[in-house]
């Protein structure tokens, strides 16, 4: 069987908010449909662009801002880089204006609201998040393309071979939970080494260290902005920024302006149950406020449960003593680990699995990360993975009026509490004797992702979407 290979840097990818499956991967379509117009043709040349949005992308694309982001990527801003504070702006100016400037180099014209289409009743087979680009020559010529954005900001281009995804040589690899261990039980490595020697395969020790690092300085830039902006997020349902006052609640009057001052301020402030749990809610709703509000955030593995990874690693920052480099580095490595075998072995998609795909996966990630963290083996974090996922399966994606905010938000906080509960059980058990393994949990989340009503797969069909209703033209 052929090893699918996927890096760290495909799990946790810094983008904006709100959704990896609805903002970034259509945003890196447009930039992938883009490059194939500036590599066969001439931008100049370009008379008209339109864009075409199916079904769950076309459903919730309004509340996921997935029009704002392929008009961006059309526009040839990456998610990466851009100032998200010229977002707003920028999308007043072309819809008041009608008009694009194509890769930010020939102007076309554009009219946001009949060139970007909605096609609510219509799915492309492959998957639920199909989006067509359709670009029309001065010459009469025109072309188009099919993506699909998978999750997790992943994209395939229709027709596309998808063989690449094996051509690296990895010393180690890995489709399922007990390749995993096959090779950690053969070398001896834990699993954060295992990874680390397989990510040589792509770059250096050194390459892989400094960007892991740079992942940590997003995950904690967008954290501590979150505690500390208040107001309420854009979209319609007056959703209330909490993390901002449940900041001030347990930090006090005073005010800390660097990240490293606020972390030893909260290291040092108790270390009772209720006041670690309140933190632990505080960093989860801090990253998913901002995602929420279009802010800077990492796929982990997706937007929507960006909060669950680095709520977890604060929690061991300050309060297990894991502000250290090298303990952040292999966290990292270790969760990407267990997420990339979810993906392998099931999905990361919540239009395809509903959340357990999401805060499911992002818990399981976590956990097993803070038990290696904590001296735990390879088996105990398998088994955190396996019970945090466990008490995920059969959750739902049913965001109301199709916005990443509720209950998106708050399951973040869920999703972090059930993997350090999964981490403490594991690390007081012996995995030996466990009835459930990873690899079928895994496989038993993929056969209820199947069995899944597509009404509670993030298209705002079911569940809390209809029963709290919000027309999707008041967000």
């Not at 990443?404 to 690390?427: D, F, H, W, Y």
Request: proline share 4%; hydrophobic share 40%; with cysteine.
């Amino acid at each position: 069987m052929p090893h699918e290979c996927i890096s760290v840097f495909d799990m946790f990818k810094i983008g904006v908010g709100p959704s990896s499956s609805h903002t970034l991967g259509p945003w890196r379509a447009a930039l992938r449909f883009l490059q194939t117009i500036e590599n066969n043709y001439s931008l100049t040349d370009v008379l008209d662009v339109q864009v075409l949005l199916y079904g769950s992308l076309a459903k919730t694309g309004k509340g996921h801002g997935t029009d704002i982001a392929v008009i961006l990527g059309l526009c040839g801003d990456d998610p990466v880089t851009v100032d998200v504070n010229s977002i707003t702006p920028k999308m007043q100016q072309i819809a008041t204006e009608k008009k694009m400037m194509l890769a930010n180099k020939a102007e076309i014209g554009f009219d946001p609201l009949t060139d970007v289409a909605f096609l609510f009743t219509e799915t492309l087979p492959f998957h639920p998040n199909g989006v067509t680009f359709l670009a029309q020559f001065k010459n009469g010529e025109s072309i188009s393309e099919t993506y699909y954005s998978i999750g997790g900001g992943f994209v395939v281009k229709e027709g596309e071979n998808n063989d690449s995804k094996t051509n690296v040589d990895l010393p180690f690899p890995i489709n399922t939970a007990d390749d995993l261990l096959h090779w950690c039980i053969k070398t001896g490595l834990a699993i954060y080494e295992v990874v680390m020697e397989n990510e040589h395969a792509w770059r250096s020790e050194t390459s892989t260290k400094e960007g892991l690092l740079q992942i940590w300085q997003t995950m904690r830039e967008c954290m501590y902005r979150g505690c500390h902006h208040k107001g309420e997020l854009p979209g319609g349902l007056h959703v209330h920024r909490r993390a901002f006052d449940l900041n001030k609640k347990l930090i006090g009057n005073q005010t800390y302006n660097d990240y490293e001052s606020w972390v030893i301020a909260i290291k040092n402030g108790g270390n009772s149950f209720h006041y670690i749990l309140d933190w632990v809610s505080c960093f989860a709703l801090a990253v998913n406020e901002e995602n929420a509000a279009f802010g800077r955030v990492v796929t982990a593995p997706t937007n929507g449960a960006a909060g669950v990874i680095p709520a977890v690693l604060q929690y061991f920052i300050a309060f297990c003593d894991g502000y250290d480099n090298d303990k952040i580095i292999r966290f990292l490595l270790t969760a990407s680990e267990i997420g990339s075998i979810f993906k392998k072995g099931a999905t990361i998609s919540a239009a395809m699995g509903g959340c357990q795909a999401e805060i499911g996966v992002s818990s399981a990630m976590a956990a097993a990360a803070l038990t290696e963290s904590m001296g735990g083996t390879q088996k105990q974090a398998m088994m955190a993975a396996e019970i945090a996922m466990e008490h995920h399966l059969g959750l739902t994606c049913d965001p109301i009026g199709g916005l990443v905010q509720v209950p998106c938000i708050e399951r973040n906080t869920m999703g972090a509490i059930k993997a350090i509960t999964a981490s403490q059980l594991a690390l007081q058990s012996t995995p030996d004797y466990a009835k459930v393994s990873l690899d079928k949990v895994i496989k038993t989340m993929w056969d209820t992702a199947l069995d899944m009503n597509s009404k509670y797969k993030e298209t705002a069909d079911g569940g809390l979407a209809v029963n709290i209703p919000i027309s999707l033209s008041e967000c």
